[in-house]
Protein backbone atom coordinates (compact mmCIF):
# COMPACT_ATOMS: atom_id res chain seq x y z
CA UNK A 1 0.00 0.00 0.00
CA UNK A 2 1.55 3.44 -1.27
CA UNK A 3 1.69 6.40 1.61
CA UNK A 4 1.01 8.61 -0.75
CA UNK A 5 -2.50 10.16 -0.98
CA UNK A 6 -4.31 10.19 -4.25
CA UNK A 7 -3.89 13.90 -5.73
CA UNK A 8 -5.79 14.99 -8.50
CA UNK A 9 -5.36 16.62 -12.52
CA UNK A 10 -2.77 19.38 -12.17
CA UNK A 11 -1.40 18.99 -8.73
CA UNK A 12 -1.02 14.92 -9.46
CA UNK A 13 1.24 15.79 -13.14
CA UNK A 14 3.37 17.97 -11.34
CA UNK A 15 3.74 15.58 -8.19
CA UNK A 16 4.95 12.87 -10.98
CA UNK A 17 6.90 15.17 -12.96
CA UNK A 18 8.87 16.33 -9.60
CA UNK A 19 9.75 12.35 -8.55
CA UNK A 20 10.86 11.55 -11.68
CA UNK A 21 13.48 13.81 -12.10
CA UNK A 22 14.36 14.37 -8.85
CA UNK A 23 12.56 17.79 -7.83
CA UNK A 24 12.85 19.01 -11.58
CA UNK A 25 9.36 20.00 -13.07
CA UNK A 26 8.27 21.07 -16.51
CA UNK A 27 5.20 23.10 -17.32
CA UNK A 28 4.06 26.40 -16.37
CA UNK A 29 7.05 25.62 -12.86
CA UNK A 30 9.52 25.09 -15.43
CA UNK A 31 12.14 26.02 -14.45
CA UNK A 32 11.33 27.25 -10.74
CA UNK A 33 12.01 25.66 -7.48
CA UNK A 34 9.62 23.56 -6.18
CA UNK A 35 8.57 21.81 -3.04
CA UNK A 36 5.63 19.52 -2.57
CA UNK A 37 3.78 20.36 0.81
CA UNK A 38 2.45 17.36 2.94
CA UNK A 39 -0.16 18.57 5.03
CA UNK A 40 -3.07 17.20 7.16
CA UNK A 41 -6.53 18.17 6.44
CA UNK A 42 -7.87 20.83 8.97
CA UNK A 43 -11.68 18.42 9.27
CA UNK A 44 -10.87 15.15 7.36
CA UNK A 45 -7.53 14.74 9.24
CA UNK A 46 -6.09 13.23 5.68
CA UNK A 47 -2.90 13.70 3.96
CA UNK A 48 -2.72 15.99 1.39
CA UNK A 49 0.15 16.84 -1.06
CA UNK A 50 0.58 20.27 -2.83
CA UNK A 51 3.35 21.76 -4.95
CA UNK A 52 4.54 24.88 -4.47
CA UNK A 53 6.73 27.56 -5.55
CA UNK A 54 9.25 28.11 -2.98
CA UNK A 55 12.01 31.04 -1.83
CA UNK A 56 14.43 30.31 0.75
CA UNK A 57 15.47 32.68 3.82
CA UNK A 58 17.74 31.82 6.68
CA UNK A 59 17.80 27.92 5.99
CA UNK A 60 14.10 28.05 6.10
CA UNK A 61 11.06 27.53 2.71
CA UNK A 62 8.66 30.10 1.89
CA UNK A 63 5.83 29.26 0.26
CA UNK A 64 2.27 32.04 -0.21
CA UNK A 65 -0.91 30.59 -0.02
CA UNK A 66 -1.86 32.46 -3.31
CA UNK A 67 -4.42 30.18 -4.98
CA UNK A 68 -3.43 32.38 -8.34
CA UNK A 69 -4.73 35.38 -6.42
CA UNK A 70 -8.47 33.67 -5.91
CA UNK A 71 -10.52 35.37 -3.59
CA UNK A 72 -10.27 32.59 -0.98
CA UNK A 73 -7.51 31.19 0.99
CA UNK A 74 -6.57 27.69 -0.60
CA UNK A 75 -7.81 24.53 1.37
CA UNK A 76 -4.04 23.83 2.03
CA UNK A 77 -3.65 26.91 3.83
CA UNK A 78 -6.43 26.21 6.57
CA UNK A 79 -4.78 22.79 6.89
CA UNK A 80 -1.01 23.99 7.99
CA UNK A 81 -2.39 26.57 10.34
CA UNK A 82 -4.79 23.81 12.13
CA UNK A 83 -1.73 21.54 11.73
CA UNK A 84 1.60 23.30 11.20
CA UNK A 85 3.20 19.68 11.86
CA UNK A 86 4.33 18.92 7.91
CA UNK A 87 6.43 16.85 5.59
CA UNK A 88 8.43 18.82 2.79
CA UNK A 89 9.89 16.88 0.01
CA UNK A 90 12.65 19.34 -1.84
CA UNK A 91 14.78 17.47 -4.46
CA UNK A 92 15.05 13.95 -3.72
CA UNK A 93 15.13 14.60 0.51
CA UNK A 94 11.92 14.53 2.38
CA UNK A 95 11.77 15.80 6.23
CA UNK A 96 9.57 17.32 8.49
CA UNK A 97 9.17 20.82 9.04
CA UNK A 98 6.64 23.73 11.05
CA UNK A 99 4.84 25.73 9.13
CA UNK A 100 4.56 29.30 10.85
CA UNK A 101 1.93 31.73 9.21
CA UNK A 102 2.77 35.04 8.57
CA UNK A 103 -0.10 37.33 7.39
CA UNK A 104 0.96 40.69 7.24
CA UNK A 105 3.73 42.80 8.30
CA UNK A 106 7.05 44.20 7.35
CA UNK A 107 8.31 40.21 7.51
CA UNK A 108 5.80 38.98 5.56
CA UNK A 109 6.03 41.87 2.79
CA UNK A 110 10.04 41.18 2.42
CA UNK A 111 9.56 37.35 2.12
CA UNK A 112 6.59 37.81 -0.68
CA UNK A 113 9.48 39.90 -2.67
CA UNK A 114 11.33 37.32 -2.63
CA UNK A 115 8.35 34.73 -3.81
CA UNK A 116 7.93 37.48 -6.59
CA UNK A 117 11.74 37.74 -7.59
CA UNK A 118 11.37 33.96 -8.07
CA UNK A 119 8.14 33.78 -10.16
CA UNK A 120 6.80 36.83 -11.11
CA UNK A 121 3.23 36.14 -11.61
CA UNK A 122 3.24 36.22 -7.46
CA UNK A 123 2.90 40.18 -8.00
CA UNK A 124 -0.41 39.58 -10.46
CA UNK A 125 -1.80 37.54 -8.12
CA UNK A 126 -1.51 40.49 -5.43
CA UNK A 127 -3.63 42.75 -7.79
CA UNK A 128 -5.88 40.04 -8.33
CA UNK A 129 -7.59 39.51 -4.94
CA UNK A 130 -8.58 42.08 -2.04
CA UNK A 131 -7.30 39.29 0.41
CA UNK A 132 -4.12 40.00 1.69
CA UNK A 133 -2.11 36.82 0.59
CA UNK A 134 -0.27 34.76 3.66
CA UNK A 135 3.19 34.05 3.44
CA UNK A 136 4.13 30.48 5.26
CA UNK A 137 7.52 29.86 6.83
CA UNK A 138 8.79 26.16 6.09
CA UNK A 139 11.76 25.12 9.04
CA UNK A 140 12.59 21.90 9.32
CA UNK A 141 12.01 19.96 12.84
CA UNK A 142 15.40 19.05 13.52
CA UNK A 143 16.77 22.52 13.12
CA UNK A 144 13.81 23.73 15.05
CA UNK A 145 14.70 21.34 17.93
CA UNK A 146 18.60 22.43 17.62
CA UNK A 147 17.33 26.12 18.67
CA UNK A 148 14.35 25.98 21.12
CA UNK A 149 16.56 22.96 23.49
Known amino acids: MSSTPPVGGFNQQVIEDFRANNGAVG???????????HNTGAKTGKQRLNPLVYA???DRYVVA???????????WFFNVRAN?????EVGTERFAAKATVIEDGPVRDEL???????????AEYETKTDRRI????LER???????TG
Open 27 to 37: GFFAGKPVLIL
Open 56 to 58: THN
Open 65 to 75: ASKGGAPTHPD
Open 84 to 88: PDVTV
Open 112 to 122: YVKLVAIMGQF
Open 134 to 137: PVIV
Open 141 to 147: ADRRAKS
